[in-house]
Each structure stands twice: as structure tokens, then as C-alpha cells.
């Protein structure tokens, strides 16, 4: 069997590894566009908990973190002249470049031909039995194909652009800095002995403000922006102690989560994909890499169960390896709505809930607690210290309406919708407003994009007279993170205290929920 792979990065190059030591009957060449020692972008970075697979299947990876990467336990949260560690986070980062050269090497012992400075579209792969497209998430040939995959893409508001420096963080921090033209934020994690990278988020208003949209990014990989670089310098410096950043083709650009429905086609040639060449998730939970290695270890042990039958070993391939590149996109997206919103939460919180916010945007109060007992205990004390009681039993007061703790028994009407929130008095919940005391009900929408609609509701009831204004809005249906984002937008924007109904009764949520700021108070049902 003769297999071409195109795209000589981790995915690709692994892929090639395991498949020759699989079979070494098959003959395996790679083809990569760019030069052995080229790469764009810095370092890659791993969590503890996600590499036992990679471990097993080749050392590679291990080797290459224990000899050239580094290693942490805690994240690092900077705002407003405060420093925040959170521990039980056990992560590690390489250079890029350094595991590309070793996998490099690697896939030549391994007997895999690897031929660079050659691009390879399907037109010059005839004489292959098998394609495996693992050219990222610019794929050519992902391109020609589109159409009978599926694919989805979604492009995020926020803007980022990627920097190295020779500043050296102790493990993976987040830097957050408002300036002059608004909110900017650093994932910065030390990739070797003398870097580390520097990944920088801002929203688009204040991508604008700044300047720093007059780059143009159509043209070809290399060139990087240096004003956003100077710009960024000066802003960040003494957060990297006056140290300089570090380009490599570092342009500003908007991240694009790409789901694909179907990762192979069988016409008119048999094709495979692995990587971000047809599946991404944002950076902020770190799997690029880890999900294309993960794949090439699927592929390479389906085609290996299957000798004979390339057909149904493709297939297996797709069943095996898509549920948890599904599930780490779908954590992936609460992860990448709170970057679309990082500066209200800059503006919004004290440092201690901002980072309790921040660390609970994919994972329960408890959850993390059993990572991190020392940074729960301390969000819990500094809201002891605030309210006087633990989150779920401080009492809310708005207006002529209390209740005595955070959560809220919800009665609701014969159609299933909420009719009344039950405090000290029982509470009329209505779409529109009514005669005394009264809460507005908003149901969130099925999708982020129906978001704006809900907004001007909320300006709506921000601008009515005080004597007519809700005591509180009670957000229901949607789901759960259009629920959050609708109640943070009442309560963060249109200074609207916010009631989250929950259609089931789980009190770590409901917690963690209070305790973080997303919404004041917690409804379950009666």
C-alpha cells in the first residue's frame, strides 16, 4: 500500500511514524510545502491529563518535554496590579520547532520518505493508494473537497495575534491590561530555557482604536505586523519586564472553529483528513496539536485492524476518533465566548471573582476545587468577607423584594413557563410588566447569534421609570451558555440583577453560577 501524506506537522509526521510501525509493508511518503526547519508560530502546549494516549502510542512527545520543554502545576492570573495562582493544573509546552525536528527524525527511522519545499495537490498523488490531508486549517485540498464533507465554520469576534518573547513566565498566565483604547489579554507560557509565547486577545472596537488594523494580512505567510508588535511592547512592558516580542508571521487575525461532518471521501480518490485540517478548537484549551496526534493515532490503528478493506477502515477511523474531538469543541466554546467578553469581565469584577469566573468557564466550583482546594477555599472567603455568609445563603434585597438565599423556587404557569419567584413574597414573573413588584421574563435563544435581539430587550427594560422597572429579569430556555450570556448582559451591561432558571436542580452549578457573577440568583423549580 503506497500512502501520501500532506503536511509535515506533528499530526501528519506522527501519523507517518505509527503507520510504518504498524505495517512496515507500506510505503509512506510526506509532503511538506515549507523548508525542514520552518514553522510559524512559537510553542505547543499540553496538559498533564490528556497525553497518557500520545505516551503509549510513541515517546516522542514526552521525550521532547522532558529534554527541551517546561513543566507547571499553576495558572497565573494578572489584573489590575494583582497576581492569582490557581495550582492542579499540571501542563507542559515545547517548542514548536524543536518536537517538529524530532518527529521529523522519528518518522525517518520509522522508514517514512519525507520530501519538503514540495507542495502536493491531489492532481500529482495518482500513483497512492491513500491520501491523508493533513495540511491545517488553510487545507488546499480540504478546499477541493468541501463540498461532499460537511464543513462548518464559525468565526469568533475577538481578535489575536501570536508573539514569542524573551520574557520568561513561570507556567501558563493571563495577563489582563487595560489601555488607552481598550481591554487587551496575554496567554503567555514558556515554551524552552530563553522563550516564551505570547498570544494576545482584544476585541475588534478596540483592535480599531489602537490603530491596528492597517496591516494587510492577504499577503503571503512571513511578514509580520510590527506596529501591533511596538504597540504591544510599550503596553505589556512592565508586565515583561521592558523584554521585546518575537515575531513569526504574526498577523492579527479571528479564530475559526471548523467542524466537519465527514472526515474522509471515498471519490474520486480515497482521502483522509486529520488535524486542523478539518477540525479546530479555540487555543484557550490547548488541544490543537494534541487532537491532530490523537487522530493520527485512531487512523493509523484502524487502517492497521483492516488491512484490505480501506473503505470500512476509514469509517472506523471517523467513529473512533470524532466523539471526543466533539466534546472538546463543545467545551472549547464557553471558552472562547468568555475571550469574546473578557473586557466587560475586566471592568466588572474584582480580581478574586474575575479569576474564579475565568477558571469555572468550562468546569463546576467542585470540580475545580478537587484540582485546586487552596484557590476555591480563597474565592469562598473573599465572598464571606463581602456578604457575611456562604454564596447560596446570602440574602438578596432589590427593591421592595428579598429572599433569603441565592436559590429560588420558580413556580410555573399550566404552559410550563415561569409564572413567580418565590421570596420572603412571592415574586410575578411576566414578559410584560405589571402592577407592583414584578420580574421580567426573557427566554435566552437557541443560538449566539440571536443574542443582539435579547440585548435591546434589556436596554428597554434598563430605560423604563424606576416605579415601573423589574426588580430582576429570569432568564430561561436556550441554552446553557445563551442563558449566561443573557443574564450577564442584564446584570453586567444594563445593571439588571439576573435570574438564572435552571431546568434541573444541581446545586454545584447554582453555586458556581452565584459565586462567579454570572447571575444573582439561581430559579429551580418547584
Not at 465554520?153 to 498566565?173: C, N, Q, R, S
Not at 467578553?341 to 480580581?351: A, I
Request: net charge negative.
Amino acid at each position: 500500500m503506497r500512502i501520501a501524506v500532506v503536511g509535515g506537522g506533528p499530526g501528519g509526521l506522527f501519523f507517518a511514524t505509527l503507520i510504518r510501525r504498524a505495517d512496515p509493508s507500506v510505503h509512506v511518503t510526506v509532503f511538506e510545502r515549507n523548508r525542514a526547519d520552518d514553522t510559524f508560530g512559537f510553542g505547543v502546549v499540553f496538559s498533564d491529563r490528556t497525553l497518557a494516549a500520545i505516551h503509549e502510542a510513541d515517546p516522542v512527545l514526552r521525550e521532547a518535554l522532558d529534554e527541551h520543554g517546561r513543566h507547571w502545576d499553576e495558572i497565573e492570573v494578572r489584573l489590575k496590579g494583582e497576581r492569582i495562582r490557581c495550582g492542579g493544573n499540571g501542563m507542559a509546552a515545547v517548542a514548536r520547532r524543536t518536537l517538529l525536528l524530532l518527529m521529523q527524525e522519528r518518522a525517518r527511522q520509522a522508514g517514512a520518505e519525507l520530501r519538503f519545499s514540495t507542495e502536493a495537490g491531489l492532481g500529482d498523488l495518482s500513483g497512492y493508494d491513500l491520501v491523508v490531508a493533513a495540511d491545517g486549517t488553510g487545507s488546499r485540498i480540504r478546499e477541493q473537497l468541501a463540498a461532499d464533507l460537511g464543513v462548518q465554520v464559525e468565526a469568533a469576534t475577538a481578535k489575536f495575534i501570536w508573539f514569542g518573547t524573551d520574557y520568561m513566565f513561570d507556567g501558563l498566565t493571563f495577563v489582563h491590561e487595560r489601555g488607552p483604547d481598550g481591554v487587551f489579554a496575554v496567554h503567555g507560557y514558556p515554551i524552552s530555557d530563553t522563550m516564551s509565547t505570547f498570544i494576545v486577545e482584544t476585541d475588534e472596537g478596540a483592535w480599531r482604536r489602537a490603530g491596528l488594523d492597517e496591516f494587510d494580512v492577504t499577503q503571503p505567510p512571513g511578514a509580520s505586523d510590527m506596529k501591533s508588535k511596538v504597540y504591544l511592547e510599550k503596553l505589556f512592558a512592565e508586565q515583561i519586564d521592558g523584554r521585546q516580542l518575537l515575531t513569526n508571521n504574526s498577523r492579527w487575525g479571528n479564530f475559526r472553529t471548523r467542524r466537519t461532518a465527514r472526515w474522509h471521501t471515498m471519490a474520486p480518490r480515497p482521502v483522509v483528513f486529520l488535524g486542523d485540517a478539518v477540525h479546530t478548537a479555540h487555543f484557550s484549551v490547548g488541544s490543537g496539536t494534541k487532537m491532530a496526534m490523537e487522530d493520527a493515532i485512531a487512523l493509523a490503528q484502524a487502517l492497521a485492524a483492516r488491512p484490505g478493506d480501506l473503505e470500512a477502515a476509514l469509517a472506523a477511523y471517523e467513529e473512533a476518533a470524532q466523539p471526543s474531538v466533539r466534546k472538546i469543541q463543545d467545551s472549547a466554546r464557553p471558552s472562547l465566548a468568555w475571550w469574546e467578553h473578557f473586557g466587560r469581565y475586566h471592568d466588572f469584577f474584582d480580581p478574586w471573582q474575575f479569576a474564579h469566573h475565568f477558571l469555572t468557564r468550562s468546569i463546576t466550583d467542585a470540580r475545580l476545587g478537587r484540582r485546586a482546594p487552596d484557590f476555591i477555599a480563597s474565592s469562598h472567603r473573599a465572598w464571606r468577607d463581602r456578604y457575611g455568609a456562604e454564596p447560596l445563603d446570602t440574602p438578596f434585597t432589590h427593591g421592595a423584594w428579598r429572599t433569603s438565599g441565592r436559590l429560588v423556587r420558580i413556580v410555573h404557569d399550566a404552559a410550563g413557563l415561569p409564572a413567580a419567584a418565590e421570596g420572603d413574597e412571592r415574586l410575578p414573573l411576566s414578559p410584560q410588566p405589571v402592577p407592583g413588584p414584578w420580574g421580567a421574563t426573557l427566554t435566552a435563544p437557541d443560538t449566539e447569534a440571536e443574542l443582539p435581539a435579547l440585548s435591546s430587550r434589556l436596554a428597554r427594560l434598563a430605560a423604563l421609570p424606576e416605579a415601573g422597572r423589574p426588580v430582576l429579569v429570569a432568564v430561561h430556555g436556550g441554552t446553557p451558555l445563551t442563558r449566561t450570556l443573557a443574564c450577564e448582559q442584564a446584570r453586567m451591561h444594563d445593571r439588571l440583577p439576573a435570574l438564572l432558571i435552571e431546568p434541573e436542580a444541581d446545586r454545584d452549578r447554582a453555586l458556581t453560577t452565584v459565586l462567579s457573577g454570572r447571575a444573582d440568583l439561581v430559579g429551580v423549580s418547584s
